[in-house]
């Protein structure tokens, strides 16, 4: 195609990044209101003794289990956390929490209402589903680049990449939670004048429960992959371990630093699928 | 009796071109010959009935005869393409989305064929439903809802969950969340076709045992002509769309209206329908306060048969009298018959079913006597007219 010039793609995106900059006011208001849940949380995993911490962690375990009674899985819970203090990576793992959690719950806030919608609206589920495959495929890198020009650098870039990253399966899942609800359980509850409002609380959402939160633990595992990626325009927390390990050749300490991920990785895991496990019996 | 439900000229066409659609039908053509040169599937065409209050109604057709469209209609879950459905005079598909929830609140309950239960919550709540809909505070809506399920023989089940209940208890839940709602019409979507016979038959009993106390209109579709004969007041047939025809169970098997629905009543177990009533025969007989021997014996003669029947002037019944032991009076010059009379005849009901009466029937050498609850005789029963009635043969009628 040696006629045609080369669509001036990058340039038409950097314009439109510099005319969303102009929106100060807006991204300082959104900033300021990610960096208020931040602190939140950093404040209450720093005003926890780690004893207590570990406690929570361990006696939560078992209540979520109390029927199965993993043992396996506390003792796996005890030895990582123990680890992880030993190595003396505390701080830098309840960052990474910090960061992990503020991500998924705003995933939640923002994820399970376009779910909804797109489980109700046709017209909506068409136009999404591009835009989310476009979400997840795109390079995780590349969130970055703006995400600084509108955020600055630290934590709230990091939460905003991560959420972008990691929001659609949340939203996937819950439309497909609501999709698959029978229909003649839809077709009983407007048999019996349900409201929009009542047949979705009432009965679609109780009903895609679990498929929802299998959306939001994807969500969850997806940020926390994004942990390290985001450490590069300054989020604190064992992906920054990772990354300065990655900067001075240090095997070593990456390990250790990644390890302590796959340990934080694991216990988020295992306690967002007992959450979800369902209270109804079987058949 | 008055109408509670009247249905006018109701259509459903699903697909795009339904004005072309509604011109075929109007120029009289099939289901398939539409939906072949429109592209459109004509669900319900052109139907006009009316179900009165307090009857059991029953829609009835095969799979794809437009039963669930029509029933469905009647609450608008699926919108009528054009046509009115009046309740209690008040036309339905004109309301506005608020009037029709009130309507589905507050005059009518519907029960699915696979029962339609929230998994996510107990017998008791699923039961509730419809009044926790309609904003009935808790205590009240339990209070209703138990009491409705102890209506449906549940008893000790309210804190469970479907999954934990057999088909047969799940559906009387079904049943009692209709129930529960105090609506008078309910909508029963082949409600007993997921159900085991033994199960179904139970449930069929327990409707009309129900029915008699409570008076509800039922429409209730089937796609089983022996359930539709049991319990229905009165049968709507369907096929492709259209009503073939709508009656009693007995005018339906007496007075099929076309090949399509004599086929359909070709399989029925006629001993569970048929009633003494419906196979008797005219019975020869003699009056005892007036014939002698002489005229019985005449009678038989002309009648070509060995035993008759004996009645008193107020039509009551006697007994019998046997051809041999008429013989025998006559040559004595007798001019009574009671000393012949044999009064161990067997007798019944007219409203007793055949299966009842079948295996008595075909054991007895002298014919079951049909009286009515002042001894009336009003007729017999020979094993003949049995087999003829059972084997859908004409039965005669004046008996």
Redesign the interface.
Request: glycine share 4%; no cysteine.
């Given at each position: 195609m040696p006629n045609i010039p080369q669509l001036p793609v990058s340039s038409w995106i950097d314009k439109l990044v510099d005319w969303l900059a102009s929106f100060e006011g807006f991204f300082n208001g959104v900033t300021n209101f990610i960096g208020g849940i931040i602190n939140g949380f950093q404040w209450v995993f720093d005003l926890l003794p780690i004893w207590l911490f570990m406690i929570l962690v361990v006696g939560g375990t078992y209540w979520l289990n109390r029927k199965t009674k993993h043992w396996g899985l506390i003792a796996f819970e005890i030895v990582g956390l123990l680890y992880i203090w030993n190595q003396g990576f505390w701080r830098d793992m309840t960052q990474t929490l910090t960061l992990v959690l503020t991500s998924s719950l705003i995933a939640l806030v923002i994820g399970v209402p376009l779910g909804i919608w797109m489980g109700k609206s046709k017209v909506f589920e068409t136009i999404n589903k591009p835009v989310l495959d476009f979400m997840q495929t795109m390079p995780a890198f590349v969130y970055l680049i703006p995400a600084v020009a509108f955020f600055g650098i630290g934590m709230v870039p990091g939460v905003i990449a991560s959420v972008i990253f990691a929001m659609p399966p949340t939203i996937r899942m819950t439309d497909l939670g609501i999709r698959q609800v029978?229909a003649?359980?839809i077709?009983?509850?407007?048999?019996?004048?349900?409201?929009s409002w009542?047949k979705l609380f009432?009965?679609q959402l109780?009903?895609a429960?679990s498929t929802l939160m299998a959306g939001v633990n994807q969500s969850m595992m997806l940020s926390l992959s994004m942990v390290v990626i985001a450490s590069m325009i300054g989020a604190m927390g064992l992906g920054n371990k990772v990354y300065f390990a990655v900067g001075r050749n240090d095997a070593g300490g990456g390990f250790a630093a990644g390890l302590a991920i796959v340990i934080l990785a694991i216990i988020l895991d295992r306690i967002t699928q007992a959450i979800n496990r369902s209270k109804?019996?079987?058949? | 009796m008055t109408a509670k439900l009247q249905v006018r000229h109701l259509t459903k066409i699903f697909g795009r071109r339904i004005a072309r659609a509604e011109e075929l039908i109007k120029a009289g053509r099939t289901k398939a010959e539409i939906l072949k040169s429109a592209g459109a599937t004509v669900g319900v065409s052109d139907a006009n009935f009316e179900v009165n209050d307090g009857e059991i109604f029953v829609i009835m057709g095969l799979s794809g005869s437009g039963k669930s469209t029509m029933i469905r209609m009647i609450n608008r879950l699926i919108e009528p393409t054009s046509g009115e459905i009046l309740i209690d005079g008040k036309n339905l598909t004109s309301l506005n989305k608020k009037e029709l929830l009130n309507v589905r609140r507050n005059k009518m309950s519907m029960v699915f064929q696979n029962f339609a239960l929230f998994p996510n919550r107990t017998i008791i709540e699923n039961t509730a439903y419809g009044l926790e809909i309609k904003g009935v505070d808790k205590d009240e809506r339990h209070q209703k809802a138990h009491e409705a399920l102890e209506l449906v023989g549940l008893h000790g089940y309210d804190n469970q969950y479907p999954t934990q209940l057999s088909g047969g208890m799940q559906q009387r839940v079904g049943l009692a969340r209709a129930l529960a709602n105090n609506s008078e019409i309910l909508l029963m979507d082949e409600a007993f076709s997921a159900l085991d016979p033994l199960n179904r038959k139970d449930m069929q009993d327990e409707l009309l045992d129900l029915q008699e106390n409570l008076h509800k209109t039922i429409v209730f579709i089937s796609h089983d002509l022996n359930e539709a004969l049991r319990i229905g007041d009165r049968i709507m047939i369907m096929k492709d769309g259209v009503i073939v025809q709508t009656g009693t169970p007995e005018e339906i098997l007496t007075q099929p209206a076309d090949d399509y629905v004599e086929k359909f009543i070709e399989d029925v177990d006629r001993t569970k329908v048929l009633t003494a009533a419906n196979v008797m025969i005219r019975p020869s007989y003699v009056n005892i306060d007036k014939d002698g021997p002489r005229i019985a014996m005449r009678r038989m003669v002309e009648n070509e048969i060995s035993s008759l029947y004996v009645v008193n002037s107020k039509r009551e019944f006697v007994g019998v009298v046997d051809a041999s032991h008429v013989m025998g009076l006559i040559k004595k010059k007798e001019r009574q018959l009671n000393s012949v009379i044999q009064t161990n005849v067997p007798t019944t009901a007219p409203d007793t079913p055949i299966t009842e009466i079948m295996d008595k029937i075909s054991s007895t050498p002298i014919p079951y006597a049909v009286i009515d609850d002042q001894n009336h005789l009003l007729g017999i029963i020979i094993r003949g007219a049995v087999l003829g009635a059972i084997s859908g043969n004409e039965v005669n009628e004046d008996a």
């Open positions: 029978p003649d359980l077709e009983a509850a407007d048999s019996y004048g349900s409201t009542q009432k009965v109780p009903l429960k109804i019996p079987k058949s | -």
